[in-house]
Nanobody
Framework: QVQLVESGGGLVQAGDSLRLSCAAS????????MAWFRQPPGKEREFVAA????????YYTASVKDRFMISKDNAKNTLYLQLNSLKPEDTALYYC??????????????????WGQGTQVTVSS
């Protein structure tokens, strides 16, 4: 069982930056991919970014590719998401997730076994 706890959300203005963190419990050796998803108000949860836990490959959705950066610190069992040049449309509840299966896909909600409780990011215009 992997437990995930997000932190770092908040209320910011357009153009500001935030760094989200996701602390994973000890059993990270079972993880293959970790990702960030977000759920805007009144909308479905959507993929944001993913990273292979034992490697360096990263993946982004097009709308954040030039503004957000996903990274990890394996020694600290922590996943990060640096959010730069934030826009009001980035307002959402941000979740981290872990997939323990070796698969090529990284952007499907149903593939992820473990989820955090979410951290709110609100961007004012």
């Amino acid at each position: 069982q992997v437990q995930l706890v997000e932190s770092g959300g908040g209320l910011v203005q357009a153009g500001d930056s935030l760094r989200l963190s996701c602390a994973a419990s000890e059993r990270t050796s079972t993880i293959y991919t970790m990702a960030w998803f977000r759920q805007p108000p009144g909308k479905e949860r959507e993929f944001v970014a993913a990273i292979r836990w034992s490697g360096a490959a990263t993946y982004y959705t097009a709308s954040v590719k030039d503004r957000f950066m996903i990274s990890k610190d394996n020694a600290k069992n922590t996943l990060y998401l640096q959010l730069n040049s934030l826009k009001p449309e980035d307002t959402a509840l941000y979740y981290c997730a872990a997939d323990s299966n070796h698969r090529l896909r990284y952007d499907r909600l149903r593939d992820y076994d473990y989820w955090g409780q979410g951290t709110q990011v609100t961007v004012s215009s």
